[in-house]
Every structure is written in C-alpha cells, then in structure tokens.
C-alpha cells in the first residue's frame, strides 16, 4: 500500500471513532492546494537539466501551514501529499498553531555540486514564493535538506518581499536560526522514548536500540541515547551498516562518518548487512530514514518490543497489523519525531518576537511539549480503546475538526 492510501486508511479509521461528519471528514482528506513546478537546473557543464518540485500544502484550519521540503530521488505526489497530511496531525498532536505541508523535488543531492544545490533551490524557490509566507507556509529542512538549503530559501524569497527570517525553519543560527533545532527532532524522539518506557517501568540505560538512518535524525537520537546509557547495538545508513552487541561508542562513529563518509571500516564495530538492521536483536528499533520500511516481507522477522517511528511512515499498514499481533508497542511518527516541527514553532516565534531564547530553555519546553503530548495521546487511548497510532490519529484529527467547524463554511 503506497504512503498516501496509508496514511488516509489511518485518517478514516481515526474519523471513524471520533464520529466526524462527513463534511469535515471529506474536507480533511482533500489538501488544501498541490503545487507542481518545473525547475530547470543549468548545471555546472552548461547543460540544462528539468527536476520536478512539490509544495503540497494540506490543511490551514489551525495556523500557517508548515513541513520540511526534501530532496530525494524518490520524492512523487503522492508520497508528499501523504508526508502534507501526516504533518497536519502532528502540529496538532503536538498542540502548536499550524497546520501541514509538505515539499520536495525529485533530485539526488549526492550528485550536485553545491553551488548546482544553491541554483535549484533558488529555482523552486522563484516558483512557490507567492505561495509560503510566515503567515502562510513556513518550509523547514528535511531528508537531504539543511540549514544551507533554508539559507537559500531566504534569501532567494527575501529578494521579492523583503527579509524575512520567519519564512523558513531550520535555518543557520546565525540567519535566526534556533538553538537546538539542529538536534531537535532526534532529541524529541529520545524524550518521546523516555515516556514510552516510563510507562512500562523501564529506562533507556541498560537497553539496546538499533538505528537505520544516520543523517541528522538517526545520529541524534543515536548519540543522545548513548548519553543517557542506552546501548546502541546496530547503525545503518545508505552506504552500509555496523553492528556491536556491547554498544557502539556512537561520538567515534560519528568521527568515523564526518572523516570517511561511511560507516564501513569503522574500528569499533563489525560490518553487517544493512538489510538486516530492522530484524536485528534489540529492545528498541527506531527507523530514522526512508518510509514504507517495515513491511509484510520483514515485519514478522523484527525482534525489538518497541519501534519508535522518528522517520515518517515506516511502518505500513500490513506491518502494523503484523507487529501489533506480536505484541509490538509502536510510537508513531506524528507523535515520535515531533520534536523538529516543535522547536521550529519556537524558532518561528522568536523570529517574531525579536528575541533569541537559550538552548536550555528550548530544550526545556520541547520536552514539556512532547510528554504533554504523550499524555493527551494516552487520553484518547483511554477513551477509545485503542493503541498509540490510533491514539494519536484521534487526537490530531478531533483538534483539526474542531478548529475546521470553529472556523465555519460560509464562502
Ligand atoms: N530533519 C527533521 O527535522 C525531521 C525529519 N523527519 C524524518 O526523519 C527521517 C530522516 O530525516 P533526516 O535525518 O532529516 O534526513 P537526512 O537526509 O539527514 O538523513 C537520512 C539518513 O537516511 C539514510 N538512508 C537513506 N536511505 C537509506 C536506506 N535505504 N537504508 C538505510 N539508511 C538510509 C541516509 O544515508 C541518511 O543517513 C525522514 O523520514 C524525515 O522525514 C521527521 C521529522 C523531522
Ligand atoms: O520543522 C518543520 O517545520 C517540519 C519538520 C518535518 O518536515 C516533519 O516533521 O516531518
């Protein structure tokens, strides 16, 4: 099942226990506005070459739209439109004033030089500017994006309505950026973590985690569970995987990465086949890269009691089933990896207000945002019986409605 029947499978299912009418319920699932654009590249050579770049911007009712933008050869409508919705229910799971968005282009980043990355960001940048805005759709950096591309995003949407630092998250500190957006989301994973395991009367030290995805997520949540005395046991990314049952020393593997580029030949670990990452032997999986990850071929194979979703549907619906029959307890992505959306709530707030706040405080309110989350959600499983996917479906899409009737339909 590709994302988008996914994720809307997810959304009926939650519409459905809540009792939606059906007005709402239709209005919810069609996005609010799908942008195509052409963007032609003149590359270093002198030749021209055409990417296709999405803004899928899917639901407005609680606040500015807002989501990543990635580059990603796999990057296509329907994945963005489903990444565009998941992200309306996780600003509202997360109770912060916006809705969803989503963008990317069909490229491979690897492959550009980065003045070619500058000239293709620009481009796209040119083609949606009348469209994002602070008030309206606030992109922020996601798979093979950073806070260089959100640089040029600025500057390039600047040069037609004058500076503007609000417009995009995720952005270097020194351009007003956030302090602790760079680990945000990785961080947030670590505290959802923390309120999962609370629950079952057990902590991070001691426990052993596997890792696929190594880029900005996986080597956060990676080294911030190995801070706090959890094992990492596993790591893959796209050029392989490594593995050492007594815990993987994950500031040396990043030393590793920085200076090599891989993970393979790293002294402290042995190799493995990254394929086999996901049904590796451990307390905690925690996917950190592509979506659509676990599935009927491996989901029976997977051996860890918890998976924490810090990528975006990772688990399809086949697995779900699947995994919860094991007895699987799963975080799900619109609650697990909302600790990005969060701290760049704060950094669209301290663009406005004016006022940088300190690290320590971002920190403080991201984990007082992500276990008041974990509490709502756990609410909604109380009320509906239901488990933590469910519970936090309902959550997002009751306040989504809510503020969709609040708003009224009179044109
Ligand atoms: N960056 C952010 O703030 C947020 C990211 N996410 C999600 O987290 C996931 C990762 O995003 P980032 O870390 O930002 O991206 P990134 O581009 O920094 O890193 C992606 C990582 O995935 C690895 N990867 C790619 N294909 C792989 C494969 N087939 N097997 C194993 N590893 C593979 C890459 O090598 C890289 O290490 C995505 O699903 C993204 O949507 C979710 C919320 C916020
Ligand atoms: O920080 C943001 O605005 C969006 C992050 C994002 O794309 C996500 O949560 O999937």
């Known amino acids: 099942m590709n994302a988008l029947a996914a994720t809307n499978r997810n959304f009926r299912q939650a519409s459905r226990i809540l009792g939606l009418d059906s007005k709402i319920e239709k209005s919810l699932l069609i996005p609010f506005r799908e942008i195509k654009v052409e963007c032609t590249l003149p590359k270093d050579d002198g030749t021209l070459v055409s990417y296709i770049g999405f803004r899928v911007q899917h639901d407005n ?15 296509d409508p329907d994945e963005v439109n489903a990444l565009a919705q998941l992200m309306t229910w996780k600003t ?37 500017h009348d469209l994002i805005g602070v008030n309206t759709d606030v992109p922020a950096p996601d798979m093979g994006t950073n806070a260089q591309t959100m640089a040029w995003i600025l500057d390039e949407y600047s040069k037609f309505h004058g500076y503007s630092p609000a417009v995009v998250t995720g952005k270097p500190i020194d351009l007003g950026g956030s302090l602790g957006r760079e680990a945000a989301t990785g961080r947030g994973v670590v505290y959802a973590t923390e309120a999962l395991l609370a629950e079952h009367g057990k902590s991070i030290k001691g426990l052993t985690f596997a890792i696929q995805g190594f880029g900005n997520v996986g080597s956060w949540a990676a080294s911030l569970l190995h801070e706090r005395g959890g094992k990492v046991v596993a790591v ?42 996901l049904t590796h032997e451990c307390d905690v999986l925690i996917p950190c890269a592509l979506g659509g990850v676990l599935n009927r071929e491996n989901a029976g194979d997977v051996k860890a009691k918890f998976i924490i979703e810090a990528a975006n549907h990772p688990t399809d619906p086949d697995a779900d089933e699947i995994l919860t029959k094991k007895g699987v307890t799963i975080l799900p992505d619109i609650y697990a990896n909302a600790g990005g959306v969060t701290v760049s709530y704060f950094e669209w707030v301290q663009n406005i207000q004016g006022f940088m706040w300190d690290e320590e405080k971002v920190n403080q309110e991201l984990k007082r945002y992500m276990t008041r989350a974990f509490h709502n959600i756990k609410g909604m499983c109380h009320s509906h019986n239901c488990n933590l996917r469910m519970g936090a479906f309902t959550l997002g899409v009751n306040r989504v409605a809510r503020a969709t009737s609040l708003r009224g339909w009179e044109a």
């Open 92 to 128: 509202a799971v997360a109770d912060i004033p916006y809705g969803g968005a989503k963008g990317g282009i069909g490229c491979t980043p690897k492959d550009l030089s980065t003045s070619e990355l500058e000239r293709l960001t620009r481009v796209f940048t040119q083609k949606i």
């Open 236 to 277: 893959s990314d796209i050029t392989g995987a490594v593995k050492n049952s007594n815990g993987i020393d994950i500031t040396a593997l990043i030393q590793h990465k920085e200076a090599t580029g891989k993970l393979a030949d790293f002294n402290g670990a042995d190799a493995m086949d990254a394929n086999d990452l």
């Open 61 to 75: 009712a609680r606040g500015p739209m807002k989501g990543g933008i990635r580059y990603h050869p796999e990057v």
